[in-house]
């Protein structure tokens, strides 16, 4: 065969070379251990938690002095989406995570563009020409109903799937069979020649893994598709090798086509990248773990957890916590210290399914919104509420006071309360506050019920005096308790429930539904305080029967 001439005949009109290529993409002129790593994301507009996982590249690229890019994979035309570069983007500004070169809202910034693969197509023939010239690739003129057939053969004769051997037709065919196809018009896809043994077993560098060992490739894989468009694997080899990147930092899914990959590399004489194969989100499905469903799954789109409102920082901390195994033993250390103080280390990251747990993550928010100010918390909301729930941003401006004072209630001392772990759990938990959206939710304790109920809130609101300091108040209470027939100590009520209307906590219960419409609610003196005498007083009169 002459290479030459089949490679002029399929693409005539690349005349650059490799070389051409390595001029222009040199080296990057970095640190020794400067890490250069990127993510790659598909503009399908479902930015998913995977991306920020993988983002965690941005942590090693800063930490060494390196360089973190932006590459758009668009190679997948129909299932590109409108607004899916700015979501990306967006999403991982939201995150603190930012790109030093790569695509940009309005373009891209970088020496090593362009960064949307489409842009890319002149790069990627000349590689495949390169690789034509040297014997290494042919064009396939198999239809997918040829293929559709090779695959059932495969399947009934329990053999391998893939192209290669005898399955590999178009692979030693003559250049007159070639030309004619093409004077038909045929489409062709162009195939990589693998000269790879199935018996051969190649050590392979995996930065979390360790040593893997992957079998040779041994099928005659697509390079380049029949719109001159590479897949996945072909774009991957060339982008990574002249965008210089040293790290791909990926889903584990990509396993099972690594050998491709170093195959590529290794035929093409370029340095592989140190490959990062990060580990699967799983989440438990009844009693059996599974991956997580872009299908059935909300919380695998970053965008639930903006909706939700769980802190950036508090998701950082889930991931990390997920993400290396040491992280949380430095977190409980420092617990006040941002999680970017951190150093983060490929060696410590876990290397199977990694557990997504939503409950963790919202025990994780909550721990670390219980240790913020209320400043920080009133700011946080009202961030959130002016996009995700406008009617309570306009509440919190109106009543500032009362919404600084409500998120300030249970803050600060050994134990804080941790009441929620985002900001919508948050709009609900302070929905008492507000008298706009004050309801009783709770039924009335069955022991302070009936006629007992007016007695109680009657001779509370007697009693209730605003100057009083919390210690006051409670004696008050525990007074009012013992004179309408309650016992002040619960457990004296237990044991002799006969002697008694009920316990303390009854009555409490009572003027806690009163005022809050919950059982279960903070302090009571001090949420009275924050809504102020007037409407304390509102309330527990409203409460009364009849
Ligand atoms: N476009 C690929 C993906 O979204 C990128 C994988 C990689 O990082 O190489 O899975």
């Known amino acids: ?20 290529y390595e001029a222009k993409y040199p080296p990057r002129n970095l640190p020794e251990g400067a890490v250069v790593t990127r993510i790659a994301p598909s503009p399908t507009g479902f930015v998913h938690l995977g991306n920020l996982y993988n983002a965690i590249g941005e ?8 360089v973190f890019y932006l590459r758009i994979e668009d190679t997948d035309q129909k299932r590109e989406v409108e607004g899916a570069v700015e979501a990306v983007i967006d999403a991982m500004n939201f995150y603190g995570v930012h790109f030093d070169e790569g695509v940009t809202k309005d373009g891209e910034s970088g020496a090593y563009g362009p960064y949307r693969q489409r842009q890319r197509k002149t790069l990627y023939q000349t590689v495949a ?18 293929l559709a057939k090779m695959h059932e053969e495969q399947e009934a004769a329990k053999e391998n799937y893939g192209y290669y051997g005898k399955y590999a037709i178009w692979r030693d065919r003559p250049m007159e069979d070639i030309k004619a196809e093409l004077q038909k018009g045929t489409e062709w896809v162009l195939r990589f020649r693998s000269e790879g043994d199935p018996a051969n077993m190649i050590p392979v560098q995996d930065g ?3 040593e893997l060992k992957v079998q040779e490739n041994y099928t005659d894989f697509v390079l380049l598709k029949s719109d001159g468009i590479p897949t996945y694997h072909f774009a991957h080899v060339c982008d990574d090798h002249f965008m210089r990147t040293t790290h791909v930092i990926r889903d584990e899914s990509w396993l099972a086509t690594l050998p491709i990959h170093v195959q590529l590399f290794d035929t093409l004489g370029w340095q592989r990248p140190v490959y990062c194969h990060t580990a699967t989100l799983m989440k438990m499905d009844g009693s059996s773990k599974r991956k997580l469903s872009k299908r059935k799954d909300p919380e695998l789109a970053l965008s639930y957890y903006s909706e939700a409102g769980v802190p950036q920082e508090a998701t950082w901390l889930y991931l990390l916590t997920v993400l290396n195994s040491n992280f949380e033993e430095w977190h409980m250390a420092n617990p006040d210290a941002d999680s970017r103080a951190f150093t983060f280390s490929l060696e410590k990251m876990s290397t199977s399914g990694s557990l997504f747990d939503l409950e963790k993550l919202d025990n994780i928010a909550k721990e670390y919104l219980s240790r913020q100010s209320a400043d920080f918390v009133y700011d946080g909301l009202l961030t ?3 996009t995700y729930d406008t009617a309570l941003a306009e509440r919190m401006q109106q009543k500032e006071a009362l919404y600084r004072g409500a998120v300030a209630v249970g803050r600060g001392g050994e134990k804080p309360r941790k009441d929620y772990g985002s900001w919508s759990a948050a709009a609900k938990f302070l929905s008492f506050y507000d008298a706009d959206t004050f309801e009783i939710t709770d039924a009335c304790p069955e022991n302070a019920d009936g006629d007992k109920r007016n007695a109680i809130l009657d001779g509370y609101l007697e009693t209730l005096d605003f100057a009083d300091t919390q210690e006051e108040w409670f004696a008050k209470v525990k007074t009012l308790t013992e004179s309408l027939g309650y016992a002040v100590q619960p457990k004296k009520y237990k044991k002799n429930p006969e002697l008694y ?8 219960n009572l003027l806690r539904v009163a005022v809050t419409g919950r059982q279960n609610a903070p302090d009571l003196w001090e949420i009275s ?5 007037a409407e304390t007083r509102r309330r527990l009169k409203d409460y009364r029967n009849g």
């Open 208 to 210: 979390i893994r360790g």
């Open 501 to 508: 209307c009920g316990s303390i906590v009854d009555v409490t």
């Open 59 to 66: 942590r090693l690229a800063h930490q060494t002095g390196g």
């Open 529 to 533: 305080h924050v809504l102020g005498e």
């Open 129 to 146: 020409k390169a690789l034509l010239l040297r014997g290494l690739a042919y064009p396939c003129f198999c239809t997918e109903e040829d």
């Open 1 to 20: 065969m002459d290479y030459q001439a089949l490679a002029d005949l399929l693409f005539p009109e690349i005349t650059g070379t490799i070389g051409d």
């Open 384 to 386: 959130w509420a002016k």
